[in-house]
């Protein structure tokens, strides 16, 4: 909403694009999705892809502990300065669609202390199928879904699976062991999001989550252009 | 400016956080203190005449224009747990994030500008009622309601109380929201002749005692 014009103020409001001195912000990219499906192993492989050649960090909105943010630590995918956990109240859908002032703070403070940032992760905590990130918040964001969760979830839709920028099909190395269908889960994608893109990932293979990575080189570098 | 203005600042989904906090509820629920709709109610009774109106003070004077830097002080004075008044700080900051969007003013943007981390919430409410075109009484009663609204919304989560029940107990409170407020905005007159020394100063030891117990958690599903 306030794309095009720098406030007067001390401080943006949520989505301008430049920081109140006047540089441009960080990319922001949300990772939504239901609980288990690997939203926090993928920020931990984009996090070990990307840092060498990104300064980057990222949010977690954990549902009631810090489980999130420390597994990150634990894995030492970034410095633990670069690592902020939001406490949502039980409403993790909340404090990324609804109200989304505590998330603004954590991404501002983060590049206040650690800055300047080209890319920042914000992860939802696992959630439902409804939860989305508001557009005051992130400037795309991407939906975790696994194989193991049900081959009928891209058939079901619903805001995740059909709006998100990125639908990220995790754990396909699972997919013989839980009677999955990756071919019927892709047509099922493909039906319910046109030309959007899908990947299928397995973090246990070699690929890791190049692709996804891939996929967010492309948004920075239509960002920064 | 409207009065109705006031409905979109007192509106439990006005983007300003309030719904990462429990007011102190989720401490007195693991206590045993809240467990029904009527210790939920007693305990928003205490706090509506304690921090409720020491809020509605804070929030009525600086409607009235009493300097914010002042009222943050004297607002620090009557917060003795430290867990507080960083969650105090922290609520103030993103209630001025939606204030600024919504009631765009150059005092906000000053207040702003001069406390980037924030100042307590009730401060920030009264300076955006100001900024709304609302009185100190207006300011007060929102104050007053968001003390118990809080715990009674998160109540709800953290018992699976019956919503209607609680809603019910916010419901029988509102004779006495009503002289909590008118009493709020007498102090807050007060304070503009006397200073911020005018303000109550009333406190509920339990909820400064189970505010740092809480902070203290590792597993909590409230930020306060």
């Known amino acids: 909403m306030h794309l095009d014009h720098t406030h007067h103020g001390p401080s943006a409001l949520s989505a301008d694009a430049h920081r109140p001195d006047g540089t441009r912000r960080a990319l922001r990219i949300g990772l939504g999705g239901p609980v288990g499906s690997g939203k926090t192993a993928t920020v931990a492989a984009l996090c070990r892809a990307l840092r060498d050649e990104l300064s980057l960090a990222v949010v977690t909105n954990d549902i009631y502990t810090r489980e999130d943010a420390e597994f990150l630590l634990r894995e030492a995918v970034l410095p633990p300065e670069r690592i902020t956990a939001v406490e949502t109240g039980a409403c993790p859908h909340t404090a990324i669609r609804d109200d989304i002032s505590a998330n603004l703070e954590a991404v501002e403070d983060l590049e206040d202390a650690v800055g300047p940032l080209d890319l920042i992760l914000v992860e939802s905590g696992g959630d439902n199928l409804t939860a989305t990130f508001s557009k005051g918040l992130v400037d795309a964001q991407i939906f975790v879904i696994d194989v193991a969760g049900g081959d009928d979830i891209p058939r079901k839709g619903g805001p995740g699976v059909t709006t998100a920028d990125l639908l990220v099909v995790n754990k396909t190395d699972l997919a013989p062991y839980v009677g999955s269908d990756l071919a019927r889960m892709a047509a099922d994608a493909k039906a319910q999001r046109a030309e959007l893109p899908v990947v299928f990932q397995s973090l246990r293979g070699e690929t890791g989550a190049a692709d996804v990575a891939a996929w967010v080189r492309e948004r920075l570098a239509a960002w920064t252009a | 400016m409207s009065r109705a203005a006031l409905l979109v600042l007192a509106d439990g989904r006005f983007p300003a956080g309030g719904h990462a906090h429990s007011g102190g509820a989720e401490a007195a629920v693991k206590a045993g203190r809240i467990t029904s709709a009527a210790s939920l109610e007693d305990f928003c009774r205490g706090r509506l005449h304690t921090a409720g109106l020491v809020a509605g003070a804070l929030a009525a004077a600086a409607v009235l224009g009493v300097e914010p830097r002042e009222l943050d002080a004297a607002a620090d004075a009557r917060t003795p747990s430290p867990a507080l008044r960083a969650a105090a700080r922290r609520l103030g900051r993103q209630l001025m994030r939606a204030a600024r969007a919504s009631w765009p003013s150059a005092e906000l943007d000053a207040l702003a500008g001069e406390f980037p981390k924030g100042v307590h919430q009730p401060v920030v409410l009264g300076v ?65 002749d006397e200073g911020v020394d005018a303000l109550p100063a009333a406190s509920g030891p339990l909820l400064e005692v189970g505010a740092e117990w809480h902070a203290a958690w590792p597993v909590r599903l409230f930020a306060s």
């Open chain 2, 128 to 192: 955006a009622a100001r900024a709304a075109g609302l009185s100190p009484v207006d300011a007060a009663y929102c104050a007053a309601y968001e003390s118990v609204s809080g715990p009674a919304t998160a109540t709800v989560r953290l018992l699976s109380l019956d919503p209607f029940d609680a809603t019910g107990a916010l419901a029988r409170l509102a004779p006495e929201l009503d002289r909590v407020a008118d009493a709020a905005v007498e102090a807050a007159g007060r304070v503009v």
